[in-house]
């Protein structure tokens, strides 16, 4: 094949031996292919199969066109070691390797910011269902009396946690245990409604989670507010 195509064949052939599972036969501007679309390439790629250098591996369709793709046989790649350095082969190889790692490290990304969706949709799920789940209060005076019995807990608790110089304001999920040893009866959905109150009222601050929602521990405690998810509890002074 000592003629006028036997570049194009050479260059297919590279191409081909670093992508075993096959490349399109011909490609255009937006996907490459082992060979172009002039003439002399196809008449180049044409050759290449009938002389057993390149077998077809697969058909795909893309739109209306059915686009062939063609993989390099060991007579093939006999041909291309004795027509070119075994050097040049390799490097080929390293191109396409490089290209793939780029390509693997991309999906690794994408895969990573989707896994971060989904554990923050996740933990907003958590917070909704604990609130759907949460069951109505038995009785308006009881609810009341309870209500008053864990505003002045919270409210206690957060004013020592104050006074005792502790830094930093009091997570939800510890203050709810706190609050729950006193007064067992304590249901987190109580504890929500009494944080509710209390915040209108201006007795106490309410801090939003400002990490990714995916970390936050105990997402079920948290309380949404607004378009926030609180966290955090201090004591108005």
């Known amino acids: 094949m000592a003629d006028k195509s036997t570049p194009l ?42 002389e057993g250098l390149l077998r077809s591996v697969r058909t795909e369709t893309r739109g209306k066109t059915a686009v062939e793709f063609c993989a390099i046989t060991q007579k093939g790649l006999t041909f291309l070691l004795s027509q070119v350095s075994p050097k040049q082969v390799l490097e080929d190889f390293i191109r396409t390797l490089d290209a793939r ?82 007064s067992p009866q304590l249901t987190i959905g109580d504890f929500h409604d ?5 915040h209108e009222h201006e007795r106490i601050y309410l801090h939003p989670w400002t990490g990714p929602l995916h970390e936050l521990p105990e997402p079920a405690i948290a309380l949404m507010i607004g378009h926030e998810i609180a966290y955090y509890a201090s004591i108005r002074q």
Not at 102 to 117: M, T, Y
Not at 194 to 198: E, G
């Open 9 to 50: 064949v050479l260059e297919a052939l590279g191409r081909a031996a670093a992508d075993p599972e096959g490349l399109p036969l011909h490609g255009g501007k937006s996907a490459p292919g082992l060979f172009a679309g002039s003439p002399a390439a196809k008449q180049a790629a044409q050759r290449c199969k009938d």
């Open 101 to 182: 790692r780029g390509q693997i490290d991309q999906l690794r990304d994408v895969a990573s910011r989707i896994r971060e969706s989904l554990d923050g949709l996740h933990a907003t799920a958590t917070i909704v269902l604990s609130k759907i789940a949460t069951p109505a209060p038995v009785g308006l005076e009881s609810s009341r009396n309870g209500s008053e019995s864990f505003s002045n807990l919270i409210t206690a608790h957060l004013a020592r946690w104050h006074e005792s110089g502790q830094s930093g304001d009091r997570p939800l999920p510890e203050l709810f245990r706190q609050v729950k040893q006193a």
């Open 194 to 198: 009494v944080l509710r109150k209390l």
